[in-house]
């Protein structure tokens, strides 16, 4: 069993929960899985997540979901914002001069178009009038609930890996 601190290294599949989208892929590690929906593109390394659980490598939501399970189970949680993306921030939304904007980036601001902030932060741009532009740097799925399907594949008990669970039950000794 998964415990804080043992390596997981999971397949996962992320889908919107609400919406219009509602059942729609926005993530997978799994190559087959992103054939199957039509979201494969090759220049994309679809490979298993690793990550040490409990040190906030992954969403919350995703550390939490594999504690207590074991390689070869699978399971599927809807993850509220706050263990997810976040909630949306009404001050990572901001308006600029649609000029400095323009001056800055070279580019003519359209809606649906990516900006860098001053701080290196990206957003898309959201609004475009004749005298400003609205970028929004909130994380694309902040406010959504979301659903995740993980499958382990592999757990590691310790920093050596010794105490491996696997899937094909192949362990190092």
Request: cysteine-free; proline content about 3%.
């Amino acid at each position: 069993m998964i415990e804080p601190g043992h390596i997981a290294i999971v397949h996962l599949t992320g889908r919107l929960v609400d919406g219009p989208e509602a059942g729609q892929v926005f993530e997978t590690t799994d190559v087959d899985v992103a054939l199957e929906e039509g979201i494969y593109h090759d220049s994309r390394d679809f490979k298993p997540l690793e990550f040490r659980v409990g040190e906030g490598h992954v969403l919350p939501g995703l550390d939490e979901a594999v504690e207590g399970m074991a390689a070869g189970e699978t399971k599927t949680v809807v993850l509220e914002p706050e263990s997810a993306y976040g909630a949306v921030n009404e001050d990572a939304v901001v308006t600029i001069s649609r000029d400095e904007l323009e001056a800055r980036s070279e580019t003519v601001a359209e809606v649906g178009e990516l900006v860098e902030s001053e701080t290196g932060d990206m957003g898309w741009i959201v609004d475009v009038t004749d005298e400003t532009v609205t970028a929004d740097f909130n994380h694309e799925l902040a406010g959504e609930r979301v659903e995740f399907e993980i499958r382990v594949l592999e757990t590691h008990a310790t920093e050596t890996g010794h105490d491996v669970d696997s899937v094909d039950g192949v362990g190092t000794p």
